[in-house]
């Protein structure tokens, strides 16, 4: 794996673009970037011949885990089909392994002991050892993976947070020693909970360890937005520049707009996975950055709105795409109409239709973003559109 940094915005921001290469003459990833959330190694609702009519290569990351693999084929037939790439089709694809996720594999925190880490799947409650993950990454042949870790939630003790780094540093050198690549495939996870002190030490000691990059962990599980600012800029501040970091579990555009404001370089999260499930199609303007830095200025006109629910009866009979200027599958084929109907006598091609769009709508975002960060733009970016979500939602109360 190659990773360079190619521009950081200037007056001391820590917002940066760069390009993530995987194997020798593989395709360039720009960053920042996103991981495709998946069940079992494809997006739920995606199959490999659909994954081909999204945006590439920006579409290429997927975040698979480990865990979802506990039950199903022999691990000894996955490792002699030849790995996920081969089992699943996907040979071109980057896959990022990671233990868990918010979908199917849950780090549960109580029931996590000095052995291994615990995970409530749908199989029920599973105890992980560094022994067992690594026999799943080295049998399911991922690109990337990401260490086995104690991710601990917000409102826990300073003592058990110290616990938290303490195993995840213990475990971390156990994978790198079970590993025939000795790690250098491998990322390094940062956890810590809510503690400051507890994130800056994990953050320098893993950096030391022979790693490719970082996994930023325990983010989601009950912190608010202030301390989650001060903790990310508190990790980012003790690693290295010269690898990629990753954060998990931070999906929302503002978050991720928060997060790449830290000096995050890549994103895992189950949003999109969660938007389709509930019905919501996301609408917001994405071009800001193409369309008004021609101008030097961003246009306050249009809509404001984040996503749409496709459910409500106000969309029974309107004959209009999702978003006008999107290319994907879904709008230059459908209507509103359609999916609300599909959502409402229960098709699963609403739910096929809504991922398309999702994730293509998405990815666009994050395009947005590095265009932003090229020419300078991303603080004024940002600001803007926290500003037009922040006078919808205004609206909308009012």
Not at 160 to 172: A, E, G, P, Y
Not at 379 to 389: A, G, H, N, Y
Request: net charge neutral; proline share 5%.
């Amino acid at each position: 794996m190659r990773f360079a940094v190619t521009k950081v915005c200037g007056g001391g921001a820590k917002a940066r673009a760069g390009v993530l290469h995987i194997g020798d003459g593989g395709i360039g990833i720009e960053t920042p970037a996103l991981l495709l959330s998946t069940r079992k190694g494809l997006p739920s609702f995606v199959s490999c011949d659909l994954l081909a009519s999204l945006p590439l290569p920006d579409s290429l990351l997927l975040h698979v885990c480990p865990t979802h693999f506990m039950e199903g084929p022999p691990l000894k037939t996955i490792s002699n089909i030849g790995g996920l790439h081969r089992m699943l089709g996907l040979p071109d694809h980057i896959l990022v392994a990671a233990a868990g996720d918010s979908i199917e594999s849950l780090p549960s925190s109580e029931a996590t002991n000095k052995f291994g880490a615990s995970f409530d799947t749908p199989s029920g409650r599973r105890l992980v050892k560094p022994s067992d993950y690594m026999e799943l990454v080295s049998c399911m042949k991922p690109n990337l993976w990401a260490s086995l870790a104690d991710e601990a939630p917000a409102w826990v003790t300073e003592k058990r947070n110290k616990i938290s780094v303490d195993r995840t540093l213990r475990w971390l050198d156990a994978c790198i020693a079970l590993d025939t690549a000795s790690g250098t495939n491998s990322f390094g996870v940062v956890v810590g909970g809510s503690s400051i002190e507890q994130r800056r030490l994990c953050a320098t000691e893993v950096s030391k360890r022979n790693v490719s990059g970082f996994w930023i962990g325990g983010f989601g599980f009950g912190e608010n937005i202030d301390e989650r600012c001060s903790l990310l800029n508190a990790v980012t501040d003790c690693l290295p520049p010269e690898k990629p970091r990753l954060v998990s579990r931070l999906g929302l555009p503002e978050e991720v707009l928060e997060g790449v404001a830290a000096g995050i370089d890549l994103f895992d999260s189950t949003y999109i996975y969660q938007l389709t499930m509930g019905g919501f199609a996301l609408i917001f303007p994405i071009d800001m950055v193409e369309r008004e830095t021609q101008n030097g200025l961003f246009d306050n006109d249009g809509g404001d709105s984040t996503k749409i629910n496709l459910r409500a009866t106000t969309y029974r009979k309107d004959t209009s795409r999702l978003v006008d200027s999107c290319s994907c599958f879904t709008c230059q084929n459908h209507t509103r109409a359609y999916l609300n109907h599909l959502l409402n006598v229960h098709e699963m091609l609403a739910q096929i239709l809504l991922e398309i769009h999702n994730t293509h709508h998405y990815l666009r975002f994050f395009r947005s973003i590095r265009e932003a960060i090229k020419v300078g733009e991303f603080d004024l970016f940002r600001q803007q559109f926290v500003k037009k979500r922040r006078a919808h939602i205004a609206a909308a109360v009012l």
